[in-house]
């Protein structure tokens, strides 16, 4: 149980593409939803909380207009990379706690975002 | 602010016993999380303690002392596939990581 789905895996496009990556929960639901970015050789780095039928609250640094979350469903949230640009390639990664626990986050299987 | 340590790379050989440290200093405390994560994947949830003691799971225990803002991940009877990076996160409402442990295993 406790699985998280994301999608794209993979992606590459061009500079000035806006890219939306989805992350769902299969087999449970999630009020909350968290976005993490990971850079090569680095720690997990939180972008932003996504709380569902509520406006996301942003990390310190992160353009919430950039960055845009939807998280209109309980097992729903996405997460679309305006306007990308090469310095925002990296490792985009998702979790979601289960609205009937407190613990522990479920991490998706992460996108790789290159931008040409 | 957030500030978690661990150290950064550990080497072991196969069946040998691998202890993990990470201290930390946070503006809260409501439980720390181990993770491992392989090259290019995403974290796996290995063990969380909220209370102080060890927590054991099969070959992977798992040791907290809030009054030291200690932790350690023990793995035993290493296999090559544990090498790999080791994340403990400290949750204060929401998750705060160290830089990870990569742990390497030779034969």
């Known amino acids: 149980g406790a699985v998280v789905s994301q999608h794209p895996s993979w992606v590459i496009c061009k500079s000035g593409t806006s890219v939306k990556i989805e992350c769902r929960s299969l087999d449970f639901q999630a009020t909350t939803m968290f976005w993490y970015r990971q850079f090569p050789k680095q720690s997990l780095m939180l972008m932003a909380t996504s709380n569902e039928g509520s406006k996301a609250t942003y990390e310190q640094g992160v353009e919430k207009d950039k960055f845009l979350i939807n998280h209109a469903s309980l097992t729903l949230s996405t997460l679309t990379v305006t306007s990308a640009h090469p310095e925002d390639s990296s490792f985009y990664i998702c979790?979601?706690?289960?609205?009937?626990?407190?613990?522990?986050?479920?991490f998706g299987d992460g996108t790789r975002l290159s931008i040409l | 602010g957030q500030n978690i340590d661990q150290p950064t790379e550990m080497t072991a050989t196969e069946g040998a016993i691998v202890q993990i440290n990470c201290t930390y200093q946070t503006s809260g405390f409501n439980g720390l999380f181990w993770y491992q994560q392989h090259a290019g994947e995403a974290p796996t949830f290995l063990s969380y303690n909220v209370l102080d003691g060890l927590e054991e799971k099969g070959r992977f225990s798992s040791f907290l002392s809030r009054s030291k803002g200690y932790s350690y991940l023990l793995l035993k009877e290493l296999q090559m596939k544990d090498s790999a990076s080791y994340l403990c996160?400290?949750?204060?409402?929401?998750?705060?990581f160290g830089a990870g442990t990569t742990v390497t295993v030779r034969a």
């Open positions: 979790s979601a706690i289960d609205r009937g626990r407190s613990q522990p986050q479920h």
């Open positions: 996160a400290v949750n204060d409402y929401k998750l705060s």
